[in-house]
């Protein structure tokens, strides 16, 4: 009998995500899947498996799971705190949990979106071609109590112990790059510049669908500002209101719409934004598309790039060159002699 994750009770927006389904804008359905794919690709690289596999993702709160059988689990996104039979649990790394043993994940202590990820990745139902839940589109739903997934053949069921020492962080705001969009040209000089000397920060108002961006001073307004034909529209694009207000288009975004974009976020940024809380920080910049293009990551290479920053939880003394150099009797240490890369596993 296939093994099954079990999520109790916990936070009202946890799904079911992968990367999503390209292929759909024709038919208005944008792509969705993972709000923080870098999140996704990392908890591939933890586990040693493919970075397709769905995972939960939980915005703002956690919950309490278990497992039918024994798994290996990876924490990723957002750092929520974790503990698993009273044991705190490190953030970005893989850990086991046996079967009947309760993991409890808490509330982001920053960012919003935490990601669970399970050895053999989460075996839902596939609905055009992926597992996702794309809430917008009535497809899949939010995790009500006592869920049971299935989850799917694990490829390495011995691999664990793995954590990132210093993923990147996207959870704090700051620098967001963008690229012109098709109607940046009717945005005149000053008010492209007073954009990116602006000091944004994220509204309360969001979902997986945009966010809104609050700022002081003058709408964001472009020439013939209502008079915009209706068009296709993808996540990343900063779309302004009829007021001039910014709100920046994520997975769930609408696939047409009538206000002018003044620009669109990079893919390799659009995380920062996803992942800001209310009240984050954001300022915008302009770059060229072929430093974007030169920048671009698929997400086998980002799960590439986080397995080889990947090391072990615990060091093995065979590996360790200066293992003669550690005081290893009297068994008082000043507490740093074990740290991997400045910090302690």
């Not at 997986?208 to 013939?224: H, I, K, M, S, W």
């Not at 669109?264 to 293009?293: C, S, W």
Request: one cysteine or more.
């Amino acid at each position: 009998m296939s093994a099954h994750l079990t999520f109790h009770q916990g936070g009202a927006a946890i799904s079911v995500q992968d990367a999503g389904r390209p292929g759909y804008m024709e038919f208005g359905l944008s792509r969705g899947g993972a709000a923080d794919l870098p999140a996704l690709a990392e908890g591939a690289a933890l586990l040693g498996q493919s970075e397709k596999l769905a995972a939960l993702e939980m915005a703002g709160m956690g919950g309490v799971f278990s497992a039918s059988a024994p798994l290996r689990i990876a924490l990723t996104g957002a750092p929520m705190r974790a503990a698993l039979e009273g044991r705190i649990l490190r953030w970005n790394a893989a850990h086991r949990l046996e079967a009947g043993q309760k993991l409890h994940i808490g509330a982001a202590e920053k960012g919003i979106y935490g990601y669970l990820h399970i050895g053999g990745g989460l075996a839902t139902p596939i609905q055009l071609g992926s597992r996702s839940a794309h809430l917008a589109a009535g497809l899949g739903k939010y995790l009500p109590p006592d869920s049971r997934l299935p989850v799917g053949p694990d490829p390495d069921k011995n691999m664990a112990g793995l954590f990132l020492p210093a993923p990147q962080s996207r959870f704090e705001g700051g620098e967001v790059r963008i690229i012109a969009s098709a109607q940046t040209a009717r945005f005149d000089p000053a008010t492209l510049a007073r954009f990116e000397a602006t000091r944004f920060i994220r509204s309360p108002q969001g979902n997986r669908q945009g966010v809104r961006l609050g700022y002081e001073g003058a709408g964001f307004t472009a020439r013939d500002q209502l008079d915009t034909v209706s068009e296709f529209m993808i996540s990343g694009d900063i779309q302004m209101t009829g007021d001039g207000t910014p709100y920046v288009l994520l997975p769930e975004c609408q696939t047409t719409g009538g206000y002018p974009r003044i620009g669109t976020v990079i893919p390799q940024d659009l995380p920062i934004v996803a992942q800001a809380a209310p009240g984050t920080p954001l300022r915008f910049r302009f770059i060229p598309a072929q430093e974007a293009r030169a920048n671009w990551q698929s997400l086998a290479q980002m799960q590439a790039r986080a397995r080889r920053a990947a090391r072990p939880l615990l060091r093995d003394p065979r590996s360790m060159p200066d293992l003669l150099s550690y005081q290893l009797i009297s068994g008082v240490t000043a507490g740093t002699e074990l740290d991997i890369n400045g910090e302690n596993p």
